[in-house]
């Protein structure tokens, strides 16, 4: 397969990677180790949102104080992405790949033993911080994987890890947790991360970092037509998205079904559905697609402020909130490559994950603070607003950044082309 030279440093060639799917052209044990770097960033995240009940007292606080470990990560995240990713960029690849799976191990440990909250909430901004790095990286890392008519599904592959992370992991940590303890459930993420290193240094090729004069100016980047209105998309969706889910559990309580165990499952279950119809229909549909998976998403709030109290309701209206959600990433992502190019999907990127991050501690913040003050009730109304504000936004959008068929051309800011494309030390 035809791929970008590979090496741990300048001049310092590596074996290529030999793919190992059946498919020619897609080195699917990488890939998936990449994916599973996106499991653990995620269940990472969001594993406290499953076990508010369970971590406060231990911690000696309010359930909405550890909803806020939730903020304190993705603040770290939103603060340490781009400055990260800037310093970071002129080093291999993959050290700087397995650096933050370490962090990650380290700061899921500390949380496993922590009685303090001052201590969890410490450990929490160095896993965030170690987020806000991994995401800069996955997706132009499994780029340069492949050739250029495979981009796009190996990036579907890696995503893949955030979906199984919602269907799967959350639901197990919550599980795991009512078995052994909530401090299990952190143990495994740790685990997880270390056993990753290994995988990733067998199988994971390595790329040398960016040369300086090659650096794209991230503000360039941001300037090109499209890039501003995906990255508020980004905001408002996860704003929204996340007041919700992060107190998933006492909304639950709140309306009489106190299982959190089930509701998450039932969305996991259905992300997968969601990203499963996504890849159907993004290529030939992406807007259209979008636009639906909104509507659904307000839907299902509508029925949950308003019928929550009857317990298959809540269930069916989150499995719609699943299904909605589960393709967001793959179509936002889409949209943010096809508007930025290829060639400057990691500076993009950059940005998306920290307005990402803002998202998640805006919608953390906010949610916990209604919670506190107006009570669980109003958090599905909440939410149905700035995703009424969202489906706006990308109806709007139509020109640039979420146009009814995908855009192949490819953007060409930087201080350097080679065929149309930024070199980026490939």
Do not use: K
């Not at 933050?100 to 896993?127: D, E, K, M, Q």
């Not at 299982?259 to 969601?274: D, Q, S, Y």
């Not at 919608?363 to 003050?373: A, F, H, N, P, W």
């Amino acid at each position: 397969m035809t791929t970008a030279p590979i090496a741990e440093g300048p001049g310092t060639p590596t074996s290529r990677p030999t793919p190992t799917s059946a498919e020619p052209g897609l080195p699917l044990s990488g890939l998936l180790a990449l994916s599973a770097a996106a499991f653990t960033a995620v269940l990472t995240e969001l594993l406290p949102a499953g076990l508010l009940p369970r971590m406060a007292p231990d911690l000696g606080v309010s359930e909405a104080r550890v909803g806020f470990l939730v903020t304190g990560y993705a603040v770290a995240s939103f603060l340490a992405a781009i400055p990260l990713t800037a310093a970071l960029r002129g080093l291999p690849r993959r050290p700087v790949l397995i650096g933050a799976l370490l962090g990650f191990a380290a700061a899921n440990a500390v949380t496993a033993l922590s009685s303090s909250y001052g201590l969890t909430f410490a450990a929490r901004l160095v896993a965030g911080a170690m987020g806000g790095t991994l995401w800069a990286m996955l997706v132009g890392y499994a780029a340069r994987m492949v050739p250029a008519e495979r981009r796009g599904r190996a990036i579907a592959i890696v995503l893949a890890g955030i979906t199984l992370a919602l269907s799967l992991g959350l639901p197990a940590g919550t599980a795991l947790a009512d078995a052994l303890g909530w401090r299990a459930a952190f143990a495994s993420p740790a685990l997880l991360a270390v056993l990753l290193v290994v995988w990733i240094r067998r199988r994971v090729p390595g790329f040398p970092g960016e040369a300086r004069g090659e650096r794209v100016p991230l503000p360039r980047v941001a300037a090109l037509p499209g890039i501003g209105t995906v990255l508020s998309v980004t905001l408002t969706l996860l704003v929204g998205h996340q007041v919700m889910y992060t107190y998933v559990a006492p909304f639950s309580e709140n309306a009489g079904f106190g299982r959190t165990g089930p509701v998450l499952l039932v969305f996991g279950a259905a992300t997968v559905v969601g990203i499963w119809l996504t890849g159907v229909l993004i290529d030939r549909h992406p807007r259209r697609t979008l636009l639906a998976a909104l509507a659904l998403l307000a839907a299902a709030m509508l029925t949950l402020g308003t019928y929550a109290g009857h317990g298959a309701v809540l269930l069916v209206a989150v499995a719609l909130w699943g299904m909605a959600f589960g393709g967001a990433p793959t179509l936002i992502q889409t949209a943010l490559v096809d508007a930025s190019g290829p060639a400057n999907a990691d500076v993009a990127t950059s940005l998306q994950t920290t307005v990402y991050n803002a998202g998640i501690a805006a919608g953390s913040l906010t949610g916990g603070l209604i919670l506190e003050g107006s009570g669980a009730d109003v958090l599905p109304w909440t939410t149905f607003l700035l995703v009424t504000v969202t489906f706006a936004i990308v109806a709007a959008g139509r020109r640039h950044a979420f146009p009814s068929r995908r855009r192949t051309e490819l953007s060409t800011v930087g201080p350097r082309s080679t065929g149309g494309r930024v070199r980026h030390g490939e």
